[in-house]
């Protein structure tokens, strides 16, 4: 999908063609921003984040390929993610085109879990191909369904996010936060952790886990949303 803003809105194309109602849902366009931003203006810092950034907003992912895409993005940076997925899905997802140009769709479960291990590896994903290629086998025999995930309560959902190899806190609070609605989560990357230690706690080392907390006591419902405010205006701040 191409998407471009374009006379106060939104102009979309994609192959196949996609509804206006599908595009509301993936970039979260039926909530309301202001008033989400107006529940996080807690503190200084998120206020100057969301002076700077507003409009920011979280999106809508599908489950299975948020998943795979942040299991993807282990211990990586993004140049190199945009890489593998790029590869991956050449290589395993269905070919599709657009104005003359061919791209491919996200693999399914099915396809990755026949690639295995070995193919995965050649889209340089490294010691994660283990991981893809497990969790895809899992989805693809049914033993483990990521839709199923977001009707379930933030923890329960979490707990079966992590009981997959390969998924750790982080990814398993980008999945929920991204994909399943589940706006409390405060996923605590290198960058969040910046923020927590510098500009709240005054340069005192904390863990991952003291930060996660914070965050979500912090900023309450929508912690989510004070996550992404904090990361983008964190990086953009040390750039």
């Not at 269905?94 to 061919?102: C, F, I, Q, V």
Request: proline letters at 4%; charged letters at 30%.
């Amino acid at each position: 999908m191409m998407v471009r803003l374009a006379r106060g809105g939104l102009e979309c194309r994609s192959s196949p063609k996609v509804s206006t109602g599908f595009v509301r849902h993936y970039f979260r366009l039926d909530e309301d921003l202001d008033a989400i931003l107006k529940d996080i203006d807690r503190d200084l810092h998120v206020h100057e984040a969301i002076q700077s950034y507003r409009g920011l907003r979280l999106l809508r992912q599908d489950p299975w390929e948020c998943l795979i895409s942040f299991v993807s993005s282990a211990a990586s940076n993004v140049p190199k993610i945009s890489r593998c997925i790029e590869k991956m899905s050449a290589a395993h997802g269905p070919s599709l085109a657009l104005d003359g140009m061919e791209f491919h769709g996200f693999p399914t479960p099915e396809a990755l879990a026949r690639a295995g291990e070995r193919s995965l590896r050649k889209c340089e994903l490294g010691f994660r191909a283990g991981y893809i290629a497990g969790i895809a086998r899992q989805v693809a025999k049914g033993d483990f369904d990521p839709y199923s995930l977001a009707t379930l309560p933030y923890e329960e959902a979490k707990k079966a996010l992590v009981s997959l190899k390969g998924v750790g806190e982080k990814v398993a609070d980008c999945v929920l936060l991204f994909s399943m609605d589940k706006l409390e989560a405060f996923p605590v990357d290198r960058w969040v952790k910046r923020v927590a230690e510098r500009l709240f706690f005054r340069g005192r080392k904390l863990s991952e886990k003291k930060v996660r907390l914070w965050g979500t006591e912090h900023y309450g419902r929508y912690a989510g949303y004070a996550q992404q405010y904090l990361f983008h205006y964190m990086r953009h701040r040390e750039e």
